[in-house]
């Protein structure tokens, strides 16, 4: 086994060079002339070799004749020309064994391949048979036999041999590097760093330098577009490119691109290695080289790409599951793994991890399916990755998408500036709504409890409908969990009997008569009455609104039919809910709940808010003309508060406009109030609509609405919400009256 060394320092550290100390390829002499090593102290016998073989060629090599005198010069010219192919030595020299001791020499020095001929002028110094033997002497011969024949005889044949040893030795060398190298590389999880160990591999198993890449051409079709995956030399700053990238005109491109499609491998030009890793996947490692390659040379490469085939197939599968772990298939964005991952890397540099919901992605996804959902997501991934890809989006989950956000960067305003831009997705051009939450990413701190912070920031900014980014803070944790207690009690209450209706009447100003009732909830928590601004949204995060609505339409029949006589003509105006209107399964509820409480359609007005409009346009439309045409009354409730009123409210099947309560408070002293209810006012009558006014406490409020046109009205001023038994008392004095 050849010891492992360190690399050369141009190398990446952790790629572990395989080299041969004694003879490594890469410093494998030149084979053109054969070096032949002449010792003997006598000057005559040199220059009679000198004129036997100084000329001649054997093997098809001229010779190299290197001479030396004694035993002491001959290990110097050993140690200067390793690569020495056969020594004719003599064995009396300045003592009777001097030639055997050096053989023996040679030997214990490791030096196996060179061939040994001795030569001695006495002929009775001939060595023993096992001599010989043992320092593996080719040949022996007197020097009277060495005759020009013989000695050429003895040396061709001693050459023959040193070949044959050095082939031998090469390829166990090669196999060796492989079998190690193959063991290095196999220790490599990622396709980068296993594909920069084989071709360095490849390199120093063949001896040769130069720029080299290895391509990917994984389910690639057309060639060009294989992907670098590593590269030497000249080449290493096309990783991550495509092969198309590399000039034109480059022989090692050409090369690389014929074995992609071919499946080829080659020694003839640039050194091409094609290998194909199952399933689909093929690899050409290519390589520049100035020194020509032989028989052995291809024969180990291809002993090494039938083993490297199998780690190709390994990291390939490892890439493979790890991208299965970290990457979204659908998007190709890093997943919530990466963003976990990722997030370890700050924590002392001021970094917040922010949390997008896109509100409009499951719109996008119903109204033009996955592909346009995914699209848009997709593009407000790149418009937050920003032009010169300064940050990396993550997709959290479904319709959430996780941004890093560095401090002293342009990212927090580029998040706040998406609610105001379109994306283009298949030539249609969307706007989407956000919910932004943040959190810091601390040092030290665990990056689930952090995303789990910007989660509940986002989910906050989503229910308050905010646009600007909600940064969590510890205050954000004692209100979500106070909410989740009043959820529980709110939940109890409500199947305990403690949500009651108030009804407040709803009045014709100009005869003081009760045309309707307002259907209120009202909660008291052991004794304490609780805001339905309060309880009334957490009951819409909780899906409890609907049964809310129940209740108000059960308690208005059974109001409706305690007046009696009183009550007939008139109607009960029942709150629904913004995710309630969004139902699907609306219609069918609302149709159970009439039957059941025996209300008739036509005595229930259905108020909903402009708010509630805006979410889902297509999906409430569809609900409202359904009840509408159950035969039920559709109120606008708080009108003036939503966005584009006036462009849609004509489309709708609304009979009621109910202006707001905040253009009536300052009405008799601000101008713009009076002219947003003079506006509201012309419009009703423009679209038919009969129109009624929130929140009249005062006289004056009263006259200057009278004198804009109006009629209907709901205030203090005429009556609060009341319990029935109250209301009842109520109706007896005012009928008294
Ligand atoms: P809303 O539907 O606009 O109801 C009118 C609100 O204005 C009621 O507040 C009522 O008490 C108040 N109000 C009426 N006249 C006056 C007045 O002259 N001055 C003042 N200052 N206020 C007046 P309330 O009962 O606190 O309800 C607040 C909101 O809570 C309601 O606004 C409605 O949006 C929601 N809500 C109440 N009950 C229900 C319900 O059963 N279901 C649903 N979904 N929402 C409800
Ligand atoms: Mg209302
Ligand atoms: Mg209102």
Redesign the pocket.
Known sequence: MQPLKPQPEAFPDDIAIIEDDTASPATRPDRARWKILVVDDDSEVHSVTRFVLGHTELLGRPLDLIEATSSMDAQQELLRHPDIAVILLDVVMEEHDSGLKFARWVRDAGLSDVRIILRTGQPGYAPELDVIREYDINDYRAKSELTQTRLITSMTSALRSFQQIETIERSRRGLEMIVASCSQLFQKRELAGFSQGVLLQIASLCGVEGDGLICASTDQPVPGNARIVSGVGGLSSYIGRNLSDLPEGSELKAATLEAIRRNLSSTDGPLVLSVDAPPDQRFVASLDHAKPLDAMDSALLRVFAANIAVGFENVGLIERLDRLAYWDETTGLPNRNSLLRDMAEHGADGANVALLRVVSYSDTLVAFGQAMATGLLGEIAASLTGDRGAATVYRYAEDVLGVIVKPDTHQEALIASLGHRQFSVARQSLKARFAVGSAPIERGSDATMTCDQAYAAMSLAAVDGREDIVQFDAKMVRDARGRIEMIAALRSALADGEVN?AF?PLVDMSSGACAGF????RWNQKGAPV???EF?PLAEQSGL?FE??AL?VRRSAEWLNRLGKIGQGKYVS????ACDLEREDLVPLVVNLLGRSQLPPASLQI?I?EQSLIRDFALSERNLRALKNLGCRIAI??FGTGYSSLSYIGRLPVDVLKLD?QFITDITSDPSSQAIASLTFALSRRLGLEILA????TAEQQACLEEIGFKYA????FG??MAPDQLHDWMMQRAKA
Do not use: C
């Open positions: 209706i407040q307002e259907a209120l909830a805001s339905p601004g009334i609104s809310i609505f108000g029942v709150n629904l809910a108020e808010t409730d708080d309560r929130e929140g009249i406490e709901q205030g203090y001023r609060r919400p």
